[in-house]
């Protein structure tokens, strides 16, 4: 069964910068989309950032626009997310997920990684 691996979670103050890796773990196929979303405490999981076309076309939540940025592939099952100028509101548990048609929902999720963001 394939799911999701994060790494690179952590403390941070804000201001500050942190990066996120995720990978595919088992057998895996090419997929169409890969995402970041995260949980913060008491709150529903939010949509983050997204790429597909290969890491052609990506797409951000608002709250993130310009702090944050995808990279990787989606064809290989791998994508990052370079966080930065970060805010104590950025404080959650970060998931990375696949989609593996345009119709299908984001599954495969992984365990997540941690980001604390505070002084």
């Known amino acids: 069964q394939v799911h999701m691996v994060e790494s690179g979670g952590g403390f941070a103050r804000p201001g500050g910068s942190l990066r996120l890796s995720c990978a595919a773990s088992g057998r895996t196929f090419s997929s169409y989309a890969m995402g970041w979303f995260r949980q913060a405490p008491g709150k529903e999981r939010e949509f983050v950032a997204g790429?597909?076309?290969?890491?052609?076309?990506?797409s951000y939540a608002d709250s993130v626009k310009g702090r944050f940025t995808i990279s990787g592939d989606n064809n290989k099952n791998t994508v990052d997310l370079q966080m930065n100028s970060l805010k104590p509101e950025d404080t959650a548990v970060y998931y990375c997920?696949?989609?593996?048609?345009?119709?299908?929902?984001?599954?495969?999720w992984g365990q997540g990684t941690q980001v604390t963001v505070s002084w």
């Open positions: 790429l597909l076309g290969g890491g052609r076309i990506t």
């Open positions: 997920a696949t989609k593996y048609t345009k119709a299908s929902n984001f599954g495969s």
